[in-house]
C-alpha cells in the first residue's frame, strides 16, 4: 500500500493551487512558502519568504501565471532589505515611488531569466484591462500623477495610450534598464523630483485667477488616481506592497 494516512486537519491543496504553488517553487529556485487567500491581490514577502495569491487568481492560467512570475520576480531579484534601504535614503518618500520603478526592473528581469512568461505577461494584463482592474475606464490618463502614468505605461503600454512626456520616458527607460536594486534607488530620487514638479506645475496653474469683473475665482483641481502592485494587478501591490510594503511586502500594483 502507497497510500499514507494523513494526520488531522491536513489541507489538501486543490489541483490548479497546488500546481501554482510547485511553479513559484521552481522559478524562484527555493522552497518559498506559498499561500492562498481572501487576498486583493498578490504579494511576496522578502523577509519571509511567504508568496500570497488572491483566490481570484483561478480565472485563467495566463493572470496566475502573471501574478506568481510577477512575485516570484521579487523573491529573485528585490532584497531582503529593500525597504529599510529605501526608506534609510528617503525617510520623507512614499515607497509607492520606489515600488513603481522596482516593479518596472524586475518584470523585465523575470521575462528575460523565464522567456516563456512573456507571453503570460502580455494576455495577463489583457485580462486585467478588460475587466477595468486598473479602474481607469472613462479616465482621462493625462491627468493621473506621473508615478501613475509610468506604472501603466510599464504594464499595460502595449495596450493602451498612456501619454508620458520626454523627460518621464526617459525616467521609464532607466528603470527598465536597471540592474540592481541601487540602480532603483537612484531612479527614485529622479522620479520623486519629477513628481514634487509636477504639483508645483499643478499648485500654480490651480492658484485664485481675476475673471473679468475683477473678482477672484479659483479653478477647479483635477485630483489624481491612485495606482495598482499589480501592484498587479499593484494599488493593490501598495498595498504590499500595505501588507506586496510598509512591512516588509512587495506587492503587485494592479
Same mark, same amino acid.
Given at each position: 500500500?502507497?497510500?499514507?494516512?494523513?494526520?488531522?486537519?491536513? /489541507?489538501?491543496?486543490?489541483?490548479?493551487?497546488?500546481?501554482? @504553488?510547485?511553479?513559484?517553487?521552481?522559478?524562484?529556485?527555493?522552497?518559498?512558502?506559498?499561500?492562498?487567500?481572501?487576498?486583493?491581490?498578490?504579494?511576496?514577502?522578502?523577509?519571509?519568504?511567504?508568496?500570497?495569491?488572491?483566490?481570484?487568481?483561478?480565472? #485563467?492560467?495566463? =493572470?496566475?501565471?502573471?501574478?506568481?512570475?510577477?512575485?516570484?520576480?521579487?523573491?529573485? $531579484?528585490?532584497?531582503?532589505?529593500?525597504?529599510?534601504?529605501?526608506?534609510?535614503?528617503?525617510?520623507?518618500?512614499?515607497?509607492?515611488?520606489?515600488?513603481?520603478?522596482?516593479? =518596472?526592473?524586475?518584470? +523585465?528581469?523575470?521575462?528575460?531569466? $523565464?522567456?516563456?512568461?512573456?507571453?503570460?505577461? +502580455?494576455?495577463? $494584463?489583457?485580462?486585467?484591462?478588460? /475587466?477595468?482592474?486598473?479602474?481607469?475606464?472613462? =479616465?482621462?490618463?493625462?491627468?493621473? #500623477?506621473?508615478?501613475?502614468?509610468?506604472?501603466?505605461?510599464?504594464?499595460?503600454?502595449?495596450?493602451?495610450?498612456?501619454?508620458?512626456?520626454?523627460?518621464?520616458?526617459?525616467? $521609464?527607460?532607466?528603470?527598465?534598464?536597471?540592474?540592481?536594486?541601487?540602480?532603483?534607488?537612484?531612479?527614485?530620487?529622479?522620479?520623486?523630483?519629477?513628481?514634487?514638479?509636477?504639483?508645483? @506645475?499643478?499648485?500654480?496653474?490651480?492658484?485664485?485667477?481675476?475673471?473679468? @469683473?475683477?473678482?477672484?475665482?479659483?479653478?477647479?483641481?483635477?485630483?489624481?488616481?491612485?495606482?495598482? /502592485?499589480? +501592484?498587479?494587478?499593484?494599488?493593490?501591490?501598495?498595498?504590499? /506592497?500595505?501588507?506586496?510594503?510598509?512591512?516588509?511586502? @512587495?506587492?503587485?500594483?494592479?
Amino acid at each position: 500500500v502507497y497510500n499514507s494516512v494523513m494526520p488531522i486537519g491536513t /489541507k489538501v491543496q486543490k489541483p490548479r493551487e497546488a500546481h501554482q @504553488s510547485m511553479l513559484a517553487k521552481l522559478l524562484a529556485k527555493e522552497n518559498i512558502t506559498v499561500r492562498f487567500g481572501n487576498y486583493q491581490t498578490a504579494f511576496f514577502e522578502p523577509k519571509t519568504r511567504v508568496l500570497g495569491m488572491p483566490m481570484w487568481n483561478s480565472e #485563467s492560467k495566463q =493572470v496566475s501565471d502573471l501574478l506568481v512570475g510577477h512575485e516570484v520576480g521579487h523573491a529573485l $531579484y528585490t532584497p531582503h532589505d529593500g525597504i529599510e534601504k529605501f526608506q534609510k535614503r528617503f525617510p520623507n518618500i512614499p515607497f509607492d515611488i520606489c515600488n513603481v520603478i522596482e516593479d =518596472v526592473r524586475i518584470e +523585465r528581469m523575470i521575462q528575460s531569466t $523565464y522567456p516563456g512568461l512573456i507571453h503570460s505577461f +502580455r494576455e495577463g $494584463y489583457r485580462s486585467f484591462v478588460a /475587466k477595468d482592474l486598473f479602474k481607469i475606464d472613462g =479616465v482621462d490618463l493625462s491627468k493621473l #500623477s506621473v508615478a501613475d502614468r509610468i506604472n501603466l505605461h510599464a504594464k499595460i503600454g502595449h495596450l493602451v495610450d498612456v501619454p508620458l512626456s520626454a523627460e518621464e520616458h526617459m525616467i $521609464y527607460a532607466s528603470a527598465f534598464s536597471a540592474k540592481t536594486f541601487d540602480d532603483v534607488l537612484d531612479i527614485c530620487q529622479r522620479l520623486y523630483d519629477l513628481v514634487e514638479k509636477s504639483q508645483q @506645475s499643478q499648485g500654480e496653474d490651480e492658484s485664485p485667477q481675476p475673471n473679468e @469683473s475683477g473678482n477672484r475665482q479659483e479653478k477647479s483641481g483635477q485630483s489624481s488616481a491612485s495606482s495598482q /502592485k499589480q +501592484r498587479s494587478a499593484s494599488s493593490d501591490k501598495s498595498e504590499s /506592497k500595505s501588507e506586496e510594503s510598509g512591512s516588509g511586502k @512587495s506587492e503587485s500594483k494592479s
